[in-house]
């Protein structure tokens, strides 16, 4: 790796992320069904239907995983409680076998020197919540307050930071527009339901958190690039409203109290009744942002309903996921992050990272030229005085990739699925240098 860790600041936090549903094993401890689990079952939703039942079998071997990141060199570790595992109908009952584990979870971190940096949800709703509508529900961030104060009543005392919701994004649009996450809905009306319901229900969890005297509370979302497939007219604006539901939905309601205007040309008649009183809740304050960078999208315009506008393939080098490979766009997300929403408040890069084939035992020479080319961009965002601080790969362990199903392996460790053995990949051994000079 050209990186090396004296060119960051002090202190400057270096992390990796995982998440419960996708490396757990949803099967073991008592945890309930999932809304992952019934998306998965159904054909054509995932990769060979493959779902997080066993998954890297963290649930029992998350004290050698975290050996593993201790001898990365990291100072922290991003992970996610599973809302399913600690209440498996979503409210009332606690499972006692959940809690304990993430218990164990976050004292097996402190012991190793890692700062734990929890997320509350990484989309794994139990089913029971989805049968009464999910996230279209009004009710689900009140459900939602409810599993914080159970959680973060065990943990809170621990944790370094907390953000309640990964990706309010993928939670909301890809999920109930696109229907390419479960529940896999293709509906507008559940999908302004959702977008607005997640930020209130991001708001209720850190109120909730804030009670039990809780610091360190973040928010942590994604955002993708939008570039005009030409120089036309149409272009920009068919790129300006992909950057508008995807990177200036949330941020407005979070750090502005209203969403795009090019939106709400399409949500008004759709949106829950009374969300324009929501604000002040959504905005409650928070402590940091989170940004979450993989690609940029070519966006061209196009014929048919609202948003009338296509993915084109761009130019690019493209990782196994098919993204192109774009460290600009991380660049231009921390400055204009900065600028125009956040302010002064700090930054981290909570997830970046790329899915490269099956390589053991070979060069990994891909992914360290992915992640020095975002690490320089990074590198430059701080020069111009952007207050990052961390930065996460995404991610430790190859893991369930969502509706690809365990083909794409984004892990600076591979597992093999069959035997769940951990081997370090090369791009590992490189970031455990670079991290010790
Ligand atoms: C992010 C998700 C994470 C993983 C990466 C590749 O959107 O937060 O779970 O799927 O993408």
Redesign the pocket.
């Known amino acids: 790796m050209r990186f090396k860790r004296s060119e960051f600041p002090e202190g400057f936090l270096f992390s990796a992320a995982t998440?419960s549903y996708?490396i757990e094993g949803h099967g073991f401890g008592g945890a309930g069904k999932t809304h992952w689990d019934t998306f998965a079952a159904t054909p054509g939703n995932v990769v060979r239907a493959e779902h997080g039942q066993r998954a890297c079998d963290h649930y029992h071997r998350f004290e050698e995983d975290l050996d593993l990141a201790r001898d990365l060199g990291l100072d922290a570790y991003r992970f996610s409680t599973s809302w399913a595992r600690v209440m498996p109908e979503g409210r009332g009952n606690v499972n006692p076998e959940g809690l304990d584990f993430y218990d164990r979870l976050v004292d097996a971190m402190l012991e190793r020197g890692l700062k734990p940096q929890a997320t509350l949800y990484?989309w794994e709703l139990p089913v029971a919540l989805a049968d009464l509508g999910g996230w279209r529900n009004p009710d689900l961030p009140n459900w939602f307050a409810d599993f914080t104060e159970v959680i973060m009543g065990r943990i809170g005392d621990r944790v370094f930071s907390c953000a309640p919701i990964?990706?309010p994004w993928?939670v909301g649009w890809l999920s109930h527009f696109m229907g390419h996450h479960a529940p896999g809905l293709r509906d507008i009306r559940a999908t302004a339901h959702a977008m607005h319901h997640v930020l209130v229900a991001h708001g209720r969890a850190v109120q909730v958190m804030r009670g039990l005297g809780m610091k360190n509370l973040g928010a942590v979302c994604?955002f993708e690039y939008a570039q005009p497939v030409d120089n036309s007219a149409a272009a920009a604006e068919a790129a300006g409203l992909y950057d508008a539901y995807y990177n200036r939905f949330f941020l407005g309601g979070l750090f502005q109290g209203s969403y795009p205007e090019e939106m709400m040309v399409a949500f008004a008649p759709h949106m829950p009744q009374g969300w324009e009183d929501d604000f002040d809740l959504i905005q409650t304050p928070i402590d940091w942002l989170g940004l979450?960078y993989?690609t940029r999208k070519v966006i061209a315009p196009a014929d048919g309903a609202w948003p009338a506008h296509a993915e084109v393939e761009g130019p690019l080098n493209k990782t196994q996921m098919g993204w192109e490979i774009y460290p600009e766009g991380l660049h231009h997300f921390l400055a204009w992050v900065h600028e125009n929403y956040t302010k002064g408040l700090p930054l981290y890069v909570t997830?970046n990272g790329m899915a490269n084939a099956d390589l053991l035992g070979r060069e990994d020479t891909e992914r360290m030229a992915y992640l020095d080319d975002h690490l320089d961009a990074a590198k430059s965002a701080i020069a111009q005085d952007v207050p990052l601080e961390g930065y996460t790969f995404?991610s430790l362990l190859d893991n369930y990739?969502?509706a690809f199903g365990y083909e794409k392996r984004?892990g600076l460790i591979h597992v093999d699925f069959d035997t769940l053995k951990r081997t370090p990949k090369a791009s590992y051994h490189a970031i455990a240098k670079a991290l010790s000079q």
Do not use: A, K
């Open positions: 998440s996708q990484h990964n990706e993928c994604n979450n993989y997830e995404w990739e969502w984004f």
